[in-house]
């Protein structure tokens, strides 16, 4: 474990608790946070994890450890404290919800629970209360998701280890052509057909909305500026909403004949004014290049 030395701010969080209670919820939370997230890793497998997340440069790892190990589960306070030994800085996450609330989950998705055997939800479920209890006594946050919905769990989690990059809404800007279709994953779409079409003028035509005279003669126009502002003042708008609803990338569609000059045009200039206004974003040109 030598080599985590040279790197004392690599960060783990440990999401462990009781089956049904939202960890799996909480881990696809940490992803869309951008950590690295494993499920169910047998805990003596975490420092080689460590050594290997490492080197290929990921500093916060999310790691789903429970009683589905079975024994091996046992061995997770000893992978901790190597974690600790080697400079890795460790927020355990204990999940747990009351035992009518665990039954019902589990029954309305018809699974055991790993430590049930032949007997009932009940017993299996005081044999893992039994098995965490000193996990849970040391653990850093516990949440109680007896009340809450699965998109407020998000949101604890958003709240605990979201930061200031993680607190942008992410936007993924794609210009497309009508006539190849919508893009089947947007969740907005926008039609700029409205504006005068580069297609029509000769020395324009064989050139995309990535050159500058296509999209100077694009961009000129009052309605191209219009529109340019109250899309950023929409999203602007929407983005908190998104993010509550535990949301963290929206993906807008902008929409031409043929995706080649207007769309093009008017996504990379949607996308330097949203960076201007702190929203990560990226852009797809889908069409760009079909005939």
């Known amino acids: 474990m030598g080599a985590m030395t040279d790197a004392p701010h690599q960060e783990f969080a440990i999401i462990t608790g009781l089956s049904g209670a939202g960890r799996r919820t909480a881990a696809h939370a940490m992803e869309d946070l951008g950590w690295f997230t494993v499920d169910n890793l047998p805990p003596v497998m975490l420092p080689g994890l460590a050594r290997t997340l490492l080197q290929d440069g990921v500093y916060k790892v999310a790691v789903v450890a429970d009683v589905r190990s079975r024994e091996q589960f046992e061995q ?89 990059a993680t607190d942008k809404l992410k936007i993924a800007l794609i210009s497309f052509g009508f006539k190849n279709g919508v893009p089947v994953d947007a969740d907005m779409v926008f039609d700029v057909r409205f504006l005068p079409n580069p297609y029509w003028i000769p020395e324009l035509r064989p050139k995309s909305g990535l050159s500058k005279d296509v999209a100077q003669y694009v961009l000129k126009q009052e309605a191209a500026q219009l529109f340019q502002e109250h899309m950023v ?53 889908r069409d760009l290049g079909k005939e």
């Not at 009351?98 to 019902?104: K, L, N, T, Y």
């Not at 007997?119 to 653990?139: H, K, N, V």
């Not at 003042?233 to 902008?254: D, H, S």
């Open 76 to 164: 997770l306070p000893a992978a901790l404290a190597a974690l600790e030994e080697a400079g890795g800085r460790i927020t355990t996450v204990f999940i747990e919800a009351d035992d009518d609330i665990i039954v019902q989950r589990q029954e309305s998705n018809r699974r055991p629970l790993p430590l049930q055997g032949g007997d009932r939800l009940i017993e299996g479920i005081a044999r893992e209360r039994r098995l965490l209890a000193d996990i849970r006594a040391t653990a850093d946050i516990v949440v109680d998701t007896t009340r809450l919905s699965a998109r407020q769990l998000v949101q604890r989690v958003a709240n605990h280890f979201g930061d200031e």
């Open 233 to 285: 003042q929409l999203l602007a708008t929407v983005a908190p909403g998104y993010l509550n609803e535990g949301k963290r990338q929206v993906t807008v569609a902008i929409g031409c004949t043929g995706g080649k000059h207007r769309s093009t045009s008017m996504s990379e200039e949607l996308s330097l004014r949203l960076r201007e206004h702190g929203f990560p974003t990226t852009v797809l040109h």
